[in-house]
């Protein structure tokens, strides 16, 4: 056993490793493209600070995508006011979720989804893998699609920007987890200065005066139904990173604070949700049929000729930045579904060659949708979520409240260790939130009766959350032990 130090929340975790002879034998040197994928990132190759996380997380949530989800409230005739409300109070409860996964990458040292093989099993977690992969791919195809839009350079030579684009996504990930956090963090810069000269200016000018626009917050009526939509969604688009955290907290050191990570993940996810949804919020409000592009540039040719480019070229950057934390996570994700089945060799020529794979399928897919997909796109994107939510119920019940961070490291990664290959505990607690869900689902194609009745607000999340994770503990409390997994199975 190597212990660990206490661990927030007042109880104590421990790592339970067998050391493997990779592990015993490891350097403490860092190459320049990242050897690890889905193995255990041994305590020599340990590195990195816990505030690294805020301006990673900051700048990843800082891309077109989540301006496009603050232009929801307004365009459904909700205030201003109540519309940054809604986002306040949907990015503060998503981004609860998605923090407390933080803790995870430095107790176990594993990427974020082949843990669930321990709720699961190694066979079992099939399903939430497979929608993992088709989040992060469906991501790479619409931020290609963007950023090729906003670079503006002959945008219907898709032919030529689709592979460049989604290339360089593919060599960021390839050098791996350090480049990524390195790009990160510099992102984060250069967007605070670029977007807070732009929202400064978009509070004063529109409409001209702060005076004019504290009457338009005030004067502006109630929707109950963009409330709710625009909460839904804020809250769900932040839920859906939970999927991201742990493969980038998993080499900080074990001994690492758990709120101070946990404080870090959420102050950098939700502070910068929270101000680029509200001004694509107030975007909306004053510019009619507010597209995310297009208004930022108009807007910042307004500041002074040529800003706008920049603000939007900045904004592509960030983009292409956030492709390459996405092929990282699918690249991990696919492997360790076929680690399930069949035993993979964690080497650099495995994620190189799995980063290819993962460019060529989201270019096949770029070039073969049409251009007026996203409506279909969003849908697929929700339909995905639903699968991840009971993932990440049983998840964290899993790690915080049945074995509470004790996990025989060394079994995770087996694919006939002793966590098994089917856990029935998971696997019907996650049926059951997923079934619990239809009712609230929101789709262009299904709209269930309770989404029909809250006008299309899609309350799903609130409902599988709490039915997985009550489940998943109903059946599997009292069965933690401190020494002997094997009464979990």
Known sequence: MIPSPKFSYRFELTHLITPSKEMMSSQNTTPLIESRSIDIVPRSERHGKVWHQG????????????????????????????SILAVILGVGFGTFIMAFHANQGPIMGLAQMIQSRAQFGSKGVLLPFVATVFVYIGFL????????YGIGIFPDATWFWYPVIIAVSILIAVVGHDLLHLVQRWMTYVLIIVFATLTIFSAIHFP???????????????????????????AGYNISYSVYVSDYTRYLPPNSSGPKLVGAVYVGAGFSAVWLMSLGALLATYLPDADPI?????????????????????????????????????????????????????????????????GLVTLIIALAIPNNYIDSFNSFVALMLYFLIPWSAVNLVDFYLIRRGEYVLDEIVKNDGIYGRWNW?????????????????????????????????????????????????????????????????
Not at 213 to 232: E, I, K, P, R, Y
């Open 141 to 148: 195809v619409f931020d290609t699609i963007l950023v090729t």
């Open 55 to 82: 301006p990673f997380w900051f700048a990843g949530n800082f891309v077109l995508t989540t301006l496009v989800v603050g232009l929801t409230g307004p365009s459904m005739g909700l205030s201003l006011g109540f």
């Open 294 to 358: 297009s208004s930022l540039r108009e807007v910042g040719d307004l500041i002074f000729p040529g800003f706008g480019t920049i603000v939007v070229l900045v904004s592509s950057l960030a983009l292409i930045s956030i492709m390459g934390v996405n092929a990282y996570g699918a690249m991990l994700t696919a492997a360790s579904a076929i680690d399930g089945f069949k035993r993979v060799n964690p080497t650099v020529k495995l994620r190189v060659v799995s980063l290819i794979i993962v």
């Open 425 to 489: 505990r998971g696997l019907a607690a996650y049926a059951a939130g997923f079934v619990a869900m239809i009712p609230f689902y929101s789709l262009s194609f299904y709209t269930g009766p309770v989404a029909e009745r809250l006008s299309g607000a899609d309350l799903a999340f609130a409902i599988g959350l709490p039915v997985s994770g009550f489940v998943y503990y109903f059946l599997a409390r009292g069965r933690r032990t401190r020494n002997n997994e094997k009464l979990m199975l």
């Open 208 to 234: 001209n005066t702060l005076a004019d626009l504290d009457a338009a917050v005030h004067t502006a009526g109630w929707n109950s139904a963009g409330f709710l939509v625009q909460f839904s969604l804020a």
